[in-house]
């Protein structure tokens, strides 16, 4: 199976600071890689698909990308509801197989 | 809107069973996989299992397979996770989900607010 390491696991920032969040798959996952955002006590929230495609709806200070094994999500300015935590997900479709990251918990500085 | 409910969710002892069902609305069910998904407290997300548009195959996960069971009901735009011999390590907020790609595997782009399952004796 593909693991995924996610890091940091935790971080602080303030509003409007640039922050990053790396995955790493164990093997080549080509671009099978999605990102959601969770919020304490409710459902993720898909935030990029592809590893680079921004979902409809979420804003542009969102961004993603990377290929093969190494993965970046970045926020660009962060805003005071962007704390929560982030979770990078791997996907294979032959045969359908989903890998979660430990999660980034993003926490105001 | 899309929108998924899930219930069914409760404290049952080891060793016994637990059927969790989402309904669905405000897409076409019967062309979407659809999945389960849980987080134990205080942990990561576990992909459970999934379920293809028509039902007529289903993946799980390793931790589950031989014990859960995923079907789906098109007519009622119903998706249900069947537990059995539960482990108190099954215990987790379960979630149900669409996948994002009309009969295919993308992963989940849409999630219900989840059921609680507790398994304690």
């Known amino acids: 199976d593909i693991q995924m390491t996610q890091s940091p696991s935790s971080l602080s920032a303030s509003v409007g600071d640039r922050v990053t969040i790396t995955c790493q798959a164990s093997r080549d996952i080509r671009n099978y890689l999605n990102w959601y955002q969770q919020k304490p006590g409710k459902a993720p929230k898909l935030l990029i698909y592809d590893a680079s495609n921004l979902e409809t709806g979420v804003p542009s200070r969102f961004s993603g990308s990377g290929s093969g094994t190494d993965f970046t999500f970045t926020i660009s300015s962060l805003q005071p509801e962007d704390f929560a935590t982030y979770h990078c997900?791997?996907?294979?479709?032959?045969?359908?197989?989903?890998?979660f990251g430990q999660g980034t918990k993003l926490e105001i500085k | 809107q899309v929108q998924l409910v899930e219930s069914g969710g409760g404290v049952v002892q080891p060793g016994r069973s637990l059927r969790l069902s989402c309904a669905t609305s405000g897409f076409t069910f019967s062309s979407y996989g659809m999945h389960w998904v849980r987080q134990a407290p205080g942990r990561g997300l576990e992909w459970v299992a999934v379920?293809?548009?028509?039902?007529?195959?289903?993946y799980y996960a390793d931790s589950v397979k031989g014990r859960f069971s995923i079907t789906r009901d098109n007519s009622k735009n119903t998706l249900n996770l069947q537990m059995n011999s539960l482990r108190v390590e099954d215990t987790a907020v379960y979630y149900c989900a669409k996948d994002r790609w009309t009969y295919g595997y993308h992963g989940m782009d849409v999630w219900g607010p989840g059921t609680t399952v507790t398994v304690s004796s």
């Open positions: 379920i293809s548009y028509d039902g007529s195959n289903k």
């Open positions: 997900q791997q996907y294979d479709n032959l045969p359908p197989r989903y890998t």
